[in-house]
């Protein structure tokens, strides 16, 4: 339970990335150029060569797998309805051989 209340957090913060990280993903601060991670600075996870801020990143970051995970899952899901219609499958009443696996042709 403690693992899904978890994972809601990291996709919600992933979804809501504007609203929830503290920096665009692109935006430089070279006042902290290599900063280590700390709190005052408002860096959490610190910051790189230029002064991006690498928690605004990882939310981003976030985002941008999710986004990818539902084009994929989506084009999947299409893929094998696609399969499944074209094979043919019983329904009741039907003639058509199901042959939606090898052995059952």
Not at 1 to 6: A, N, S
Not at 26 to 50: K, R
Request: one cysteine or more; glycine letters at 10%; charged letters at 10%.
């Amino acid at each position: 339970m403690i693992g899904l209340v978890g994972l809601i957090i990291i996709f919600g913060a992933g979804a809501l990335a504007p609203l929830v990280a503290p920096y665009t993903f692109d935006q430089i601060d070279l006042n902290n150029v290599l900063h280590p991670p700390t709190m005052a600075a408002h860096h959490f996870f610190g910051t790189d060569e230029i002064g991006r801020d690498y928690l605004s990143r990882t939310i981003y970051g976030i985002r941008t797998s999710e986004q990818v995970g539902v084009v994929v899952a989506l084009v999947a899901s299409l893929f094998g309805l696609f399969v499944v219609r074209s094979r043919g499958s019983t329904v009741a009443g039907s003639t058509t051989p199901s042959c939606a696996s090898p052995t059952s042709c």
